[in-house]
């Protein structure tokens, strides 16, 4: 075997790796804080790239109204669910999160002249996606919080179905591909390191680090791991664990859609691209178990580095291969443990 | 008539597609509606029955489609003979995806669906065997003699003779032994091996059933269409099939039926017209389907169907014959005073807390023993070793000369050890009798086949007939066909008791069969309890009402920290000062 190959195929493997373990942290987070099998991660993928792509060519990306939408449609759930204990506070509390940050997204959009350099589109994009998570999670997920997960699992594909066509309702069927955050080459030995990957490994291990200070120091980060240990504790000690979930999808939402931000510049993203890019971190944190952090990322790195050996050496299968690796992860884990009981 | 009424519907709507005026168009989609009835009553058994859910069941049906298509265009076969072998190729797929993920909780069964749909579909589509994504096309039409089925109005009735014979086998499958228990999957694993259900296998009989019926339902698309290719076989389409039992109601098979024809119709009509309002050429139906799946779930779990249904009226609760059936075999008993049960040096520790702290325990054939202690003492990890719920640390338990230690729950039922639970388990939904059969169930030898052909109906009777006489033992006669789950609590612990009994069992381990009980009905379950005694039943039992227990028990046990504290008859324990410490805390 060709060894400079071999390097290259690894550095690809590692960087899509990285986009992985991103995608697979989120997902554990989500899974147990709530619950949820976040299937439509994949489409938050989809809508940071496209988002940021459309900002890129100094076009007014149509996720803005779609966000304005989702903010309309929680204010009106969430009055439903608030309607028997109408008080100005929870009202005003709500029309803050579901009205004023759209418009204030909103304004900030219309206000930035065109095309202003890489960094404030990608905040800009951030700002624009990542509330819809929060938004999803009212309208879907809260009222079924106490549901099995199976039931769970299914209303995320539900979820993930209507996102999907969304996505093609304000995006429209083409392909996009954005500028990337560094134009930069770096020889390193046989090795030419594009900046862009750089920025994506080094966004990996700094997002990483800051949820683990979030999940050790803070006290939004500890109510959240005692959501994930015990639903009702948490309760018992004055956790609200509905806030607990919109945060855990906040979270999800701008990892989501951070990693379509920093995809864009790599390949051409469609409406439906983001599904497999989510599935694969789903491998991952399969492979943790659905509960194990360090687990799930080391495991986005294998499966980013099994998918780019595989397309060198068997294209047509690529996907075949990835998604097969999780059939002896399962069989090992069903070997394993004993009979897991929900 | 009420055996003639369906026929009579059948025959009526198979003509329908022989009335002049019909357009061609509803047939076809009439077509493709019973084609996906067949997949969602698949979805039904797995889920509304079993608790389980797949998402690859339209790559189930591609596995049937792609056999027939390979048997008939290159080895010539004739379509029908290829029908078992698509069938069977669909089966042996799940049986071995089955076999990797179903010891696992259900959300890994799902999420595993997802991802081999996704790489079969990849498979379909890139291996010259199976055309590519060109897919295999001249596909020879289905035979009847000299006639080719290839209108769509004569296609008509081979899909909806199928979906008929489908509607049939289910209902027997789901009216047998090993429908219950397939049922009895939702009411909660423990109690379902409990009383003996192989709870892997029963999973993977569901979950291979459902693929099967897929796979009739893919033979049936490849000579419909006379081509395949692997886009209905993809994941989206497994996405659909999940929706339309999930809307229609994944608790019956006419709420599939139901969801199949809707959601075909309203697909059809939803890409027809968003594109055209929206402008464009897309896949826009996927939005109105993904809000509807969140709604039904958040507004109506149970689906469409259940309302549909209440527009004729309550549904009578089904009556069953079971007079004249012959009794089944029973044990012998073992001889009063015999030994049954003795557990030596039993140790359960969970990490470093010691749960039951070296127990020795043992039970003579005709004796009633209470179990008891302050909470926490251990009496339910007790409990949970000698019924192989939990394997001991350390130490033995043998019943009848036989060590259980290592027993799983099933094998130690087998042995004649029936149990209730602190926390009711009864399957929901499910009658007091069908729920007590339950008990019955490795009494009876009746598998899948026998059931789905209807050979079972003899012994089917028999268990019946035994499952009343239980509930008849224990005075619960007048809520036979009620649901279990209407029960008060307190009746539901004695449904528990017939379940139990209905094993018939040498030792009966009841956990606080008096919790809930009114003062008249505990006086119903000890005479109850002594007239199984004086059959020769060996019992035991934890319980926290003083009274109860030390009015009927020959002999109690208490525990204390997982350590065995005293042991002796009730009037000694009561006067023993260690025991009066342990509840009541230090006269100093």
Known sequence: ?????????????????????????????????????????????????????ALDEGRLPGSIWLLAALGGAAMLAGLGTVRRTLTAPAVLRLAVECLLVPALVLLAVWLTPPRPGVLVEALLTLAIVTPMAPYIYRLAFQPLAEASVLVLLIASIGVHLAMLGLGLV?????????????????????????GQAIWIVGTTLTLMGGLYLFFDRTLSGKALRATAVNRLGAQLVGIAT??????????????GTLSGVLIAPLTTVYYDSGFLVGLKGFVAAIIGGLVSYPLAALAAVLVGCVESLSSFYASAFKEVIVFTVIIPVLLWRSLRGPAEEE | MRRLLPAAILVAWLCVPFVPGVPNFWITLANYAGLASIVAIGLVVLTGYGGMTSFGQATFMGFGAYTTALLTTQAGVSPWLALPAAVAASGIAALLIGAVTLRLSGHYLALGTIAWSVSLYYVFGNLDLFGRNDGISAIPPLRLGELALTSSRSYFVVVWVAVAAVLLLTRNLLDSRVGRAIRALRGGTAAAASFGVNLPGTRVLAFTYAAMLAGLAGWLYAHMQRSVNPTPFGLNAGIEYLLMAVVGGAGSMWGALLGAGLVTAVNDQLQNWLPRLLGHQGNYETIVFGILLVVVLQTSPEGIWPHVRGLFGPARPRTRQVADAAALPVRTLPDRGAPVLAAVGLRKTFGGLVAVNDVALHLDAGEIVGLIGPNGAGKSTTFNLLTGVARPTAGQVRFLGEDVSASTPPRVAALGIARSFQHVKLVPGMSVLENVAL????????????????????EEARLFAEAQRQIDRVGLAAFTSQQADSLALGQQRVVEIARALCLDPVLL????????????????????????????????????DMDFVMNLTDRLVVMEFGAKLAEGPAASIRADPRVIEAYLGSAA
């Open chain 2, 509 to 544: 381990l009841l956990d606080e069969p008096a919790a809930g009980l009114r003062h008249a009905e505990k006086q119903d379950l000890a005479a109850l309890l002594r007239r199984l005694r004086a059959d020769g039943m060996t019992i035991l039992l934890v319980e926290h």
């Open chain 1, 242 to 255: 509905a806030v607990s979930g919109r945060l855990a999808f906040l979270l999800a939402g701008a990892i």
């Open chain 1, 170 to 194: 304000f995006f429209g069927p083409e392909g996009f591909r954005a500028t990337g955050f560094s134009d930069a080459r770096y020889a390193v030995g046989g090795l030419v390191i594009p």
């Open chain 1, 1 to 53: 075997m060709d060894g400079d190959i071999l390097l290259i195929l690894l550095q690809d493997g590692i960087v899509n790796g990285a986009i992985y373990a991103l995608l697979a942290l989120s997902l554990v987070l989500v899974f147990a804080v709530t619950r949820v099998v976040f299937i439509p991660q994949g489409e938050f993928v989809a809508y940071g790239a496209l988002t940021y792509a």
């Open chain 2, 439 to 458: 008990g019955a169930h490795l009494r009876g030898g009746a598998g899948p086949l026998h059931a789905l052909l209807r050979l079972d109906r003899a």
